[in-house]
């Protein structure tokens, strides 16, 4: 059995991963900060892995083949900017030099759509839908965060390590719970986000079930890709009811009939399809 140990386990998409996991046949081992429920499926281990000491004696002790790193402070200016930074900066970094001490196979690590700089005043995309070569242009703590993790993988893939690093950008990870009514992390509910466009726009009305995120994460932890490769993870459709020619600003290049953001790498390289959709999901959503 192999033991897999996923980071911020607790979390919205922590708790997906740690079924899809388990699921898989997988010994899960969640690690979250004192404090923090343990997520169903997985043996808790309570620890703030920014302490570089701490952050070696967990994955020593667990000797996990398979890493998903996903905790984080996972909401753009919800802690001081210098705060949240260095938090973020601190976790992927210790989980990652961790994972390749005790020799993990594979490592994924969470990063997020909002590196390409959208939500900026002014921004504009190069062209639609976006993809994983569209250049980023992070604006805000966040992003650059999430920039930086993904540069710590590609920096792995560049020594040649035995360990082989994946990164997920995960649209708006929505949970059984909030398609039925639950607020989602912004506080809003699918309903809202749907009824009043703008909400939803200030993300390219991207998102993703949970489930489907996860699915997507544990073929990461088993691909036989090269190490370092990014990939969106977004719905196959936009949270909205009308089409994005009729949303996004019109000095956009043309967009495109289904979402803003592309997911064919992860469909050519991983065969990988998201399964679920608000329109078969939302409780208030057409059937």
Not at 44 to 60: F, H, K, N, P
Not at 255 to 283: N, Y
Request: glycine content about 10%; proline content about 9%; charged content about 20%.
């Amino acid at each position: 059995m192999v033991t897999a140990l996923v980071t911020g386990g607790a979390g919205v998409l922590g708790r997906a991963v740690v079924r899809a996991l388990a699921d898989a046949g997988h010994h899960v081992v969640s690690v979250d900060l004192p404090g923090t429920a343990g997520p169903d499926g997985a043996d808790a281990i309570a620890a703030d892995l920014t302490d570089t000491e701490r952050a070696r004696s967990v994955l020593a002790e667990v000797g996990p083949a398979m890493v998903v790193h996903l905790a984080a402070i996972a909401v753009p200016f919800s802690r001081p900017e210098t705060e949240l930074l260095r938090t973020n900066l601190s976790l992927a970094h210790n989980v990652c030099e961790a994972a390749v001490a005790v020799g993990a196979g594979s490592v994924v690590l969470a990063s997020s759509p909002t590196v390409m700089g959208y939500g900026r005043p002014g921004w504009r995309p190069r062209y639609l839908p976006l993809d994983e070569d569209h250049p980023v242009a992070p604006w805000h703590a966040y992003a650059l965060s999430k920039v930086a993790t993904e540069q710590l993988a590609a920096m792995y893939a560049r020594r040649g390590e035995r360990t082989r690093f994946a990164v997920v950008r995960p649209g708006y990870v929505i949970s059984p719970e909030q398609w039925a009514g639950a607020p989602t992390q912004d506080g809003s509910t699918i309903g809202e986000r749907l009824a009043d466009p703008a909400i939803a726009a200030r993300s390219l009305f991207n998102y993703v079930d949970a489930r489907d995120a996860a699915d997507l994460v544990v073929r990461l932890g088993d691909a036989d890709v090269p190490s370092g490769e990014v990939f969106f993870a977004c719905a196959a459709d936009p949270l909205a009811r009308a089409p994005l020619a009729d949303l996004l600003p019109r000095d956009y290049p043309a967009p495109p009939a289904g979402p803003a953001f592309s997911i064919d790498k992860a469909a050519r390289l991983l065969g990988w399809r998201p399964g679920r959709s608000w329109r078969t999901e939302f409780a208030g959503g057409p059937r």
